[in-house]
């Protein structure tokens, strides 16, 4: 197994975070103050679609015939707090997998959060996060912060500015939500953790280099943030040039009360700038090179591209025991996926329940539902036979229609550190075409936190 030069130059770092969690007890209160942190988790996922019905297949096409695939990840998160009050945090991660059809192809969401980190069946270590954040209190009360990945257990002012720069994901920061953020624990397909047509900067992981910042104001919340993205759309190495190229995101949030119930009401603006091809320059280069390799992005990627969307991210608890979510969000649509996956319109809407309700404390239920979308200039290029990234069934193979899906599952606590979770997704014109699928997938996931 070979480290990575960033882990392993990270090393005296790592063991230095790692080295013990101290704690502070707050007089007069029953709070326990976070000095230094060491969290840790692993998390399995399996899963299996039988066959489906397909009318032709292309280079990225899923394929047809029963299969399974798999994601094992382990992950270290350590914290220390400096005297001067600001926070450093290091993730250092062991992952693998293996996606269906042995290439992460054929589907616009895909259905397990943890596939883009896995980097074959033999586990790779790598260095997942490296920031810096530091909190300004600014009056208005205290609030208390429990302790959670990449965050110690503290009270803050509730009026406050925090910064983070570093290496982490955008959406560490950005598009929280309570009841559909986390696929080790909640919701598996892409869908449901994040808007599907976020096309966040970041690296092939999900992961990239930046600075952030959240200021805190009563009920609101503002956030403004810019972080680097690959060198080539998809890919693996960061591109470092953040005046040129790089994806910007502001977000405003608002806390309320519905019938005594908290909620949260949360819009996304985005914009990337980088080197990508159009649709529409792609579709005009296949149809005048009859023949050609029908991945023709690779050609007419020239130039940098703006690209950018909008989005409204809701989340409302309508008991103390269950609460609903809804996502939608529109992008141009016009250049190529940069970071994320192949969604230019994209909703998400569920519910998630806690087990308390029949007498099983531990255990959540959640059902969700999605619709993906095209552009215009996407599906042109489609049905002109063109392959993207993720997608492409070849011409005469495609007839579109959205992206549609299901998904269930039952989550049990089995001790206080470990969850076994039993999902099911539904998935109709995978890939946005209507001659094949649907496509039902069946998963277990066991998850432990220590």
């Given at each position: 197994m070979?480290?990575?030069?960033?882990?392993?130059?990270?090393?005296?770092?790592l063991l230095w975070l790692g080295s013990g969690a101290v704690w502070a007890q707050d007089a007069g209160t029953d709070k326990v103050e976070e000095f230094s942190q060491a969290r840790y988790q692993s998390t399995y996922?399996?899963?299996?679609?039988?066959?489906?019905?397909?009318?032709?297949?292309?280079?990225?096409?899923m394929g047809p015939g029963a299969d399974k695939m798999f994601t094992f990840s382990l992950t270290g998160h350590w914290g220390q707090r400096l005297e001067s009050g600001a926070e450093i945090y290091m993730n250092a991660e062991l992952a693998s997998g293996d996606p269906f059809s042995r290439n992460l192809v054929g589907l616009g969401s895909f259905t397990n959060g943890e596939i883009t980190r896995a980097g074959g069946t033999t586990p790779k270590p790598y260095l997942q996060r490296l920031f810096w954040r530091q909190t300004w209190d600014q009056g208005g009360g205290r609030e208390w912060l429990d302790a959670d990945f990449n965050q110690m257990a503290r009270w803050v002012d509730k009026n406050r500015f925090v910064l983070t720069a570093g290496n982490f994901s955008t959406l560490d920061v950005f598009d929280d939500n309570a009841y559909a953020k986390d696929p080790r624990t909640q919701f598996m397909n892409w869908s449901h953790w994040t808007y599907s047509s976020f096309d966040y900067a970041a690296d092939a992981r999900g992961f990239g280099w930046g600075v952030a910042a959240e200021w805190y104001r009563g009920d609101w919340v503002y956030r403004i943030g810019r972080m680097s993205g690959p060198k080539r759309p998809n890919e693996l190495p960061v591109d470092w040039d953040l005046?040129?190229?790089?994806?910007?995101?502001?977000?405003?949030e608002h806390a309320h009360q519905l019938n005594g119930q908290p909620g949260k009401v949360r819009a996304l603006a985005w914009?990337?700038?980088?080197?990508?091809?159009?649709?529409?320059?792609?579709?005009d280069y296949l149809l005048s090179h009859p023949g050609t390799d029908p991945q023709?992005?690779?050609?007419?990627?020239?130039?940098?591209?703006?690209?950018?969307?909008?989005?409204?991210?809701?989340?409302?608890?309508?008991?103390?025991?269950?609460?609903?979510?809804?996502?939608?969000?529109?992008?141009d649509g016009r250049t190529e996926t940069y970071a994320f996956t192949e969604v230019d319109a994209s909703l998400?809407?569920?519910?998630?329940?806690?087990?308390?309700?029949?007498?099983?404390?531990?255990?959540?239920?959640?059902?969700?539902?999605?619709?993906?979308?095209?552009?215009r200039d996407r599906r042109a290029f489609l049905e002109a036979g063109g392959?993207?990234?993720?997608?492409?069934?070849?011409?005469?193979?495609?007839?579109?229609?959205?992206?549609?899906?299901?998904?269930?599952?039952?989550?049990?606590?089995?001790?206080?550190?470990?969850?076994?979770?039993?999902?099911y997704q539904r998935i109709q014109n995978p890939a946005y075409n209507a001659l094949r699928g649907p496509v039902n997938v069946y998963a277990l996931r066991m998850h432990a936190e220590f």
């Open positions: 070979t480290l990575s030069p960033r882990l392993i130059s990270a090393m005296p770092l996922n399996t899963q299996h679609h039988p066959a489906f019905g397909a009318v032709g297949s292309g280079t990225n096409s005046l040129r190229h790089y994806g910007d995101q502001v977000e405003v914009r990337n700038r980088a080197v990508t091809a159009s649709f529409k320059d792609a579709t023709t992005l690779f050609k007419v990627r020239n130039g940098e591209k703006i690209k950018y969307g909008l989005g409204l991210n809701l989340e409302q608890a309508l008991s103390d025991d269950v609460g609903v979510f809804l996502r939608t969000m529109k992008s998400s809407a569920g519910t998630l329940l806690k087990g308390r309700l029949w007498g099983r404390a531990a255990d959540t239920v959640g059902l969700a539902y999605m619709d993906n979308r095209l552009s392959m993207s990234y993720f997608i492409g069934d070849g011409a005469g193979n495609f007839r579109y229609r959205p992206e549609r899906g299901i998904e269930v599952f039952y989550n049990v606590g089995i001790t206080k550190h470990l969850w076994l979770t039993a999902d």
